[in-house]
Nanobody, 124 residues
């Protein structure tokens, strides 16, 4: 079992930055692939980024490459999402998710554990 709690969201102006955190509890976090997803009102939950168990591999959606950076600190049971040069279209609820698989997954259904989400709102 893995419990996830996101934090760090807020209201920022376009061009600003945020760092989202995903704090985990549970013995299996360090052996979990972790992903970030986001969901805008009326839209599906979309993949944003994911990181392998050892942090050796990361993967990003094309729409966020070069602006988002995912990282993890297994000693702190925390995964981070650094978001730079925020755009109004980044406005969404951001969720972190964990899976016990080995491969990085981009489909929400492949993740077993989810946090409650943190709201990111970008004003133009």
């Amino acid at each position: 079992q893995v419990q996830l709690v996101e934090s760090g969201g807020g209201l920022v102006q376009a061009g600003g930055s945020l760092r989202l955190s995903c704090a985990a509890s549970g013995r299996t976090f360090s052996s979990s692939v972790v992903g970030w997803f986001r969901q805008a009102p009326g839209k599906e939950r979309d993949f944003v980024a994911a990181i392998s168990r050892s942090a050796s591999t990361t993967y990003y959606a094309d729409s966020v490459k070069g602006r988002f950076t995912i990282s993890r600190d297994n000693a702190r049971n925390t995964v981070y999402l650094q978001i730079n040069n925020l755009k109004p279209e980044d406005t969404a609820v951001y969720y972190c998710a964990a899976t016990g698989g080995v491969r990085i997954m981009t489909t929400p259904g492949m993740y077993a554990y989810w946090g409650q989400g943190t709201q990111v709102t970008v004003s133009s």
